[in-house]
């Protein structure tokens, strides 16, 4: 358990994370500054905040467990951040910017209809509460070892900060309290790495030696075997995901968009890819220090403590006070990145104004922000505090239900672009298909499946095969549908 100046290093910062968005909120808001904040955003600040959003209390606990118990395998994923930035620079961020909406989904509704539109908001909105519930979970069981407070205890406090300072400054707060999180995550995480190095036997160059004597530094397989985690499984996977989020995730367009230029917009993409890479490699390069210093010192961690724990007993046991605080903050600030804007957004944009209120007034279109602001913010809190109940076992179900068809969304959005003759009823077929296939790949992961009718590619490919079938079947229906259409040619 933390000593009492951790604990007010950790309560100081969650009352500045609070001041920062009251702060942003103070002269007021329209609707378009809450989730635009009048286009005026420096590139920087959001790069800041974006990279963020990248990093989890998932990537902050659980890389440097995988770094320790087995190698840097995992790593391949992050690999992948600077190509999909290049992609989404030259590509995704001049498109969004031109069409000038909030909403990354309202050009789905012009280019194949309100089905489109409505698929990809439910989609965002059902992970993004998934995704705030597991992270607020994840932290909570590891603060709750940290820290004198409960897991729940841990979850209402957490949700309390990031709906108050989402629901004080908007779009604003989300990128200035990143900029504060980012700045304390970096510190914390420097920290750690600064502390296992100077009490490792040897420094720098015993964990480099342990680590290699041990394969630690290993990148995983590099056939083309498409059952396991191989290298080419992990970095199609990881670029699959990288170019959702910056090419239809919400929460991260709609911050490239408040962007004051194109030209900042692109730096904001560069700098979270540029800051992601190295500071995931932090992480795992943690696990492996604590690999070689734990086994020069297996007395100080025992043997029954499971991987994803040591980095937390690490912290809790090894860093002196005021340290170890600052660490536990960027542990939090790691989790508290809010899509509860973006949630907003959309459900001003996507559904209130779309199919109920489309002339909505100025301040009507504030009070629906703000109250769905909080909505959001009780829904996902509340789901961490079932999840706190339910066990691991079910939070691994809905973590795995919240991505299925994450993938199935960049499918659509390719099609559009790249397939300029792909019209609705196309683009709804291979939709389908693409919804079904993912539906079969991850059958496994939940129910028994027998070996004829079992997927046998390695889970992280229903997303790339999900993109893969909406974007290639809709090209192909395309053709077909031009091919034997009345009038043609052939």
Same mark, same amino acid.
Request: hydrophobic share 50%; net charge neutral; glycine share 10%.
């Given at each position: 358990?933390?000593?009492?100046?951790?604990? %007010?290093v950790?309560?100081?910062?969650?009352? @500045?994370?609070?001041? +920062?968005? =009251?702060?942003?909120?103070?002269?007021? *808001? #329209? !609707?378009?500054?809450?989730?635009?904040?009048?286009?005026?955003?420096?590139g920087?600040?959001?790069?800041?905040?974006?990279?963020?959003?990248?990093?989890?209390?998932?990537?902050?606990?659980?890389?440097?467990?995988?770094?320790?118990?087995?190698?840097?395998?995992?790593?391949?994923?992050?690999?992948?951040?600077?190509?999909?930035?290049?992609?989404?620079?030259?590509?995704?961020?001049?498109?969004?910017?031109?069409?000038?909406?909030?909403s990354?989904?309202?050009?789905?509704?012009?280019?194949?209809?309100?089905?489109?539109?409505?698929?990809?908001? %439910?989609?965002?909105?059902?992970?993004?509460? @998934?995704?705030?519930? +597991?992270? =607020?979970?994840?932290?909570?069981?590891? *603060? #709750? !070892?940290?820290?004198?407070?409960?897991?729940?205890?841990?979850?209402?406090?957490?949700?309390?900060?990031?709906?108050?300072?989402?629901?004080?400054?908007?779009?604003n707060?989300?990128?200035?309290?990143?900029v504060?999180?980012?700045?304390?995550?970096?510190?914390?995480?420097?920290?750690?790495?600064?502390?296992?190095?100077?009490?490792t036997?040897?420094?720098?160059?015993?964990i480099?030696?342990?680590?290699?004597?041990?394969?630690?530094?290993?990148?995983?397989?590099?056939?083309?075997?498409?059952?396991?985690?191989?290298?080419?499984?992990?970095?199609?996977?990881?670029?699959?995901?990288?170019?959702?989020?910056?090419? +239809?995730?919400?929460?991260?367009?709609?911050?490239?968009? #408040?962007?004051?230029?194109?030209?900042?917009?692109?730096?904001?993409?560069?700098?979270?890819?540029?800051?992601?890479?190295?500071?995931?490699?932090?992480?795992?390069?943690?696990?492996?220090?604590?690999?070689?210093?734990?086994?020069?010192?297996?007395?100080?961690?025992?043997?029954?403590?499971?991987?994803?724990?040591?980095?937390?007993?690490?912290?809790?046991?090894?860093?002196?006070?005021?340290?170890?605080?600052?660490?536990?903050?960027?542990?939090?600030?790691?989790?508290?990145?809010?899509?509860?804007?973006?949630?907003?957004?959309?459900?001003?944009?996507?559904?209130y104004?779309?199919?109920?209120?489309?002339?909505?007034?100025?301040?009507?279109?504030?009070?629906?922000?703000?109250?769905s602001?909080?909505?959001?913010?009780?829904?996902?809190?509340?789901?961490?505090?079932v999840?706190?109940?339910?066990?691991?076992?079910?939070?691994?179900?809905?973590?795995?239900?919240?991505?299925?068809?994450?993938?199935?969304?960049?499918?659509?959005?390719?099609?559009?672009?790249?397939?300029?003759?792909?019209?609705?009823?196309?683009?709804?077929?291979?939709?389908?298909?693409?919804?079904?296939?993912?539906?079969?790949?991850?059958?496994?992961?939940?129910?028994?499946?027998?070996?004829?009718?079992?997927?046998?590619?390695?889970?992280?490919?229903?997303?790339?095969?999900?993109?893969?079938?909406?974007?290639?079947?809709?090209?192909?229906?395309?053709?077909?549908?031009?091919?034997?259409?009345?009038?043609?040619?052939?």
């Amino acid at each position: 358990m933390l000593p009492d100046a951790d604990i %007010v290093v950790l309560v100081a910062y969650l009352g @500045a994370v609070i001041g +920062v968005g =009251l702060w942003c909120g103070r002269r007021g *808001a #329209s !609707s378009e500054g809450f989730m635009a904040a009048g286009r005026s955003l420096p590139g920087w600040a959001i790069g800041l905040s974006m990279f963020g959003s990248y990093i989890s209390s998932i990537s902050f606990l659980a890389n440097p467990g995988k770094a320790f118990e087995s190698n840097w395998s995992p790593f391949v994923f992050t690999l992948a951040t600077p190509i999909a930035a290049a992609v989404a620079v030259r590509w995704f961020m001049p498109f969004y910017r031109r069409l000038g909406d909030v909403s990354a989904y309202e050009h789905l509704e012009h280019r194949f209809g309100s089905w489109a539109r409505t698929y990809a908001v %439910v989609c965002f909105l059902l992970t993004q509460v @998934a995704r705030t519930a +597991v992270v =607020l979970y994840l932290l909570a069981l590891a *603060a #709750s !070892s940290l820290t004198a407070w409960s897991v729940p205890t841990t979850i209402l406090v957490t949700g309390l900060v990031m709906t108050v300072y989402t629901l004080g400054g908007g779009i604003n707060a989300v990128v200035w309290t990143g900029v504060v999180q980012s700045a304390v995550l970096i510190a914390g995480t420097l920290c750690c790495l600064a502390a296992v190095i100077l009490q490792t036997p040897g420094g720098l160059t015993g964990i480099v030696q342990a680590g290699a004597d041990a394969q630690k530094f290993s990148l995983g397989g590099l056939g083309m075997d498409l059952t396991g985690p191989t290298f080419w499984v992990l970095l199609m996977f990881g670029l699959v995901t990288h170019l959702s989020n910056f090419g +239809v995730d919400q929460s991260y367009v709609q911050r490239y968009i #408040s962007a004051r230029s194109d030209r900042e917009a692109a730096k904001s993409i560069w700098i979270t890819a540029l800051l992601y890479v190295p500071v995931a490699g932090v992480f795992f390069f943690i696990g492996t220090a604590l690999f070689a210093f734990y086994g020069a010192r297996p007395e100080l961690l025992g043997s029954t403590i499971a991987a994803d724990e040591v980095f937390p007993h690490f912290i809790a046991t090894q860093l002196p006070p005021g340290m170890a605080g600052l660490v536990v903050a960027a542990i939090f600030a790691a989790s508290m990145d809010s899509s509860l804007n973006s949630m907003a957004t959309l459900t001003l944009c996507d559904i209130y104004k779309r199919h109920w209120r489309p002339q909505a007034g100025e301040r009507e279109s504030l009070l629906v922000l703000r109250g769905s602001t909080i909505a959001w913010g009780v829904l996902g809190t509340a789901a961490a505090l079932v999840m706190s109940r339910a066990g691991e076992t079910t939070l691994d179900v809905w973590w795995k239900l919240s991505g299925l068809f994450s993938g199935g969304v960049l499918g659509l959005f390719l099609l559009g672009r790249c397939c300029r003759s792909a019209r609705r009823p196309a683009a709804a077929i291979a939709t389908v298909i693409g919804v079904l296939a993912t539906i079969w790949m991850a059958l496994p992961e939940f129910v028994e499946v027998s070996a004829p009718f079992r997927n046998p590619l390695h889970a992280n490919m229903t997303m790339v095969i999900a993109t893969l079938t909406i974007f290639l079947g809709g090209i192909v229906l395309t053709s077909l549908q031009e091919r034997f259409s009345p009038g043609s040619d052939h």
